[in-house]
Nanobody
Framework: QVQLVESGGGLVQVGGSLRLSCAASGSSFRINAMGWYRQAPGKQRELVASISSGSGSYTTYADSVKARFTISRDNAKNTMYLEMNSLQPDDTAVYYC????????????????WGQGTQVTVSS
């Protein structure tokens, strides 16, 4: 099973930016689709963004983050990123990366590999 480690979370003011990273172990990084999820206190975990395998030419975003967040991947570094701009208090959550899933009708479904999460806190 792939090991995933997130980093880059922290405390930021409203309107600020953060870049999350998800480093993966193993040689299968390139062939797997990946996703970023988040979970706020008292809420269910939700999919924030996903990226297809290989070149990552197909991406999806939750409506709440479209035009503010950008997902990308660097297969040479076995790393996925989430660039987050114009952050709002509602973006406060623990962010998790996931891999091993795929797509059904254009929607990403999660796989068995999860990272430990990184906390993002947006203060007003």
């Amino acid at each position: 099973q792939v090991q995933l480690v997130e980093s880059g979370g922290g405390l930021v003011q409203v309107g600020g930016s953060l870049r999350l990273s998800c480093a993966a172990s193993g040689s299968s990084f390139r062939i797997n689709a990946m996703g970023w999820y988040r979970q706020a206190p008292g809420k269910q975990r939700e999919l924030v963004a996903s990226i297809s395998s290989g070149s990552g030419s197909y991406t999806t975003y939750a409506d709440s983050v479209k035009a503010r967040f950008t997902i990308s991947r660097d297969n040479a570094k076995n790393t996925m990123y989430l660039e987050m701009n114009s952050l709002q208090p509602d973006d406060t959550a623990v962010y998790y990366c996931n891999t091993g899933g795929g797509y059904a009708s254009g929607h990403y479904y999660s796989g068995p590999s999860w990272g430990q999460g990184t906390q993002v806190t947006v203060s007003s």
